[in-house]
């Protein structure tokens, strides 16, 4: 078996150049100027917050998570770039494995209960960064595998995520992707094809956030029915990681206002915002009871920079579980074996916690089914 080319004496030399801008992310990540300025618009009313308790749509495996490693998903040379042609299968393993079918028409059918012919499936994607976006050729095969093997007709398929503009530079376009494109903005200042936010808020924990409303409506009122949520694996100075449970912060109009209060001067955490909002925003009804299916795309990654930084190391993997806290925990310790001890997250541990205790999922990986596929196709 090849090794991964990820550990030192990388030779795709263009690959890392990004890397050397680890020390300016950390200035960088109150604003994120790399990824379009500040988090528009902040702020909201203020609610009376109380953590929830959630009972998910449809049962979880609790602390199952399924990886599918292959070298070959990326070129050999240089820029380092996804090899369309390695996606698929690396990807239908993944389903395979994750559902315990061979057969992928029953693969779905396991993955996507309760779907009925003429409701919409929603995947939410992370192109917040486009330098280390989820990247459109894995969503480009699971669309194809949805339509193919799961049923879905195109037009009932969307790929979405806050802002058009964000999703197009990251290059999400529907004649790539082959379904619908949509963010719920079109940018910062319109609206555009997107249905846009809910007038009224939900309480994420003191404050109201108005949550998208392609995730709030049906798929017959500009909406979806079904959720599959796929995060891109990065490194995050202010939230210790990104994965699935944070992906949502691109699902209300206020994510900034959700951060961790920090004193200025101590350093003391003043208001721990990221343990109220993640856990919250994620057992909402709207939500929970729409999400059936959570993967990971860990093939380039941000292992040690910011969530704005450009990717510093490849992990040639694909994650997927049914449980997204146990989802999360593992790839965060994916994040901490590649980062060397050269990041320091004293957060996550707090949000994922809390994610357990309100019913999202074990923040303990009880079962990690790995498979390496380098070399089968």
């Known amino acids: ?17 990004g890397s050397a801008a680890l020390a300016a992310g950390a200035v960088a990540a109150s604003c994120l100027p790399g990824v379009g300025g500040r988090w ?5 009313q203020s609610c009376s917050w109380t953590e929830p308790r959630v009972t998910p749509g449809f049962p979880t495996e609790a602390g199952r998570v399924v990886k599918v490693y292959n070298y070959d998903i990326l070129s050999h040379s240089s820029p380092v770039r996804i090899d369309q042609g390695h996606v698929a299968p690396t990807l239908l393993s993944l389903i395979k494995k994750l559902s315990g079918e061979d057969e992928l028409s029953k693969a779905w059918a396991r993955l996507l209960p309760g779907y009925l012919a003429g409701q919409v499936v929603g995947i939410k994607v992370n192109t917040l960064n486009a330098k280390v976006p989820t990247h459109p050729e894995i969503i480009r095969e699971l669309v194809a595998s949805l339509k193919d093997h799961g049923g879905v007709q195109g037009g009932d398929i969307l790929v979405w995520d806050r802002r058009l503009d964000e999703l197009q530079k990251a290059g999400f376009k529907e004649s790539v992707i082959g379904c619908r494109v949509i963010g719920t903005q079109d940018d910062t200042k319109s609206q555009g ?3 846009g936010y809910e007038s009224d808020g939900s309480c994420l924990g003191g ?15 500009e909406g979806i029915d079904h959720l599959i949520n796929v995060a891109v694996l990065k490194n995050h100075f202010a939230s210790g990681f990104t994965g699935v449970l944070k992906n949502h912060y691109g699902t209300f109009h206020n994510p900034g206002t959700f951060r961790d209060r920090v004193d200025a001067g101590s350093g003391k955490v003043l208001e721990r915002r990221f ?11 709207e939500v929970a009871k729409k999400s059936r299916l959570w993967l990971v795309d860990a093939t380039i990654v941000v292992a040690k920079g910011d969530t704005d930084a450009a990717a510093d190391t490849l992990m040639e993997s694909l994650y997927g579980g049914l449980d997204p806290v146990a989802l999360d925990v593992c790839c ?5 074996e590649k980062a060397a001890g050269a990041v320091q997250d004293t ?6 916690e809390a994610c357990e205790r309100v019913g999202l999922g074990s923040a303990t990986v009880k079962i990690l089914d790995q498979e390496d596929i380098t070399g089968a196709y």
């Open 1 to 17: 078996m090849r090794k991964s080319s990820s550990k030192p004496g990388l030779t795709r030399r263009d690959f890392v150049a």
């Open 347 to 352: 957060t996550s541990q707090g949000w994922l």
């Open 40 to 44: 528009p618009p902040d702020g909201g």
């Open 275 to 285: 343990e109220q909002a993640i856990p919250t925003i994620n057992a909402l009804p």
């Open 332 to 336: 965060r310790a994916a994040r901490d």
């Open 193 to 195: 094809n997107g249905p």
């Open 207 to 221: 404050e109201q956030a108005r949550l998208s409303k392609i995730i709030t409506r049906s798929g017959d009122q």
